[in-house]
């Protein structure tokens, strides 16, 4: 009775996939096995080309500080819109004055016009100036980098219309009011440019994946 498989091959013969197969037999297959890892440790896992998303930035004190006076800044502007209703009177008057001193007839009817003209641009401004107030704290607490520049040029601007107004005759709660935004103004744009506040903007606006 012959055997049915090949004899085993004598000590010493190379085996496996490549060996030539024996006499009167085909090789057996044997299956290389996998290289093991020298350290026990599982095989690193493929980069994908991207870094993981880092957390909420946190926003620093400074800003904190610089988002809430904003706020107060937006509750001014709509105190100074008030007061052009209770200081119309003072309107009427200095349109008054202004036309006995260009030497023109007091027309009640301009005067009138003149006034409603004024409280009309005081509510327009008030309101306007409320509405860039909320906008750069919302902004500028997010982070965007536009925002502080912006924020920026409009103190630029309200200081030189500050100065403009100095010449004109104004009822002193209103210019104490100016003096108050201004001064507010001023610390506010300092604080957006603080080392911290700096950073924050920088980490706000680094790209993400």
Known sequence: MSDQYPPPPPPGEPTGPGTPPPPGGSAPQYGTPPAENPYGAPPPAPAYGYAPQAGPVTRPKSMDTA??????????????????????????????????????????????????????????????????????????????SWARITASILFALSFVTFLIGLAQPTPLLSRVLSIVSIALGGYIVYLLWRKESSEFYAASNAPRY
């Open 67 to 144: 988002v809430m006076l904003m706020r107060v800044g937006a509750v001014l502007s709509l105190v100074s819109l008030v007061l052009s209703f209770v200081f119309a009177g003072d309107i009427r008057e200095q349109a008054t004055q202004a036309l006995q001193d260009s030497g023109q007839t007091v027309d009640q009817t301009l005067v009138d016009s003149a006034v409603t003209i004024g409280i009309a641009v005081a509510v327009v401004f008030g309101l306007l100036g409320a509405g860039l107030w909320l906008l750069m704290a919302w902004a500028n607490g997010k982070g965007k």
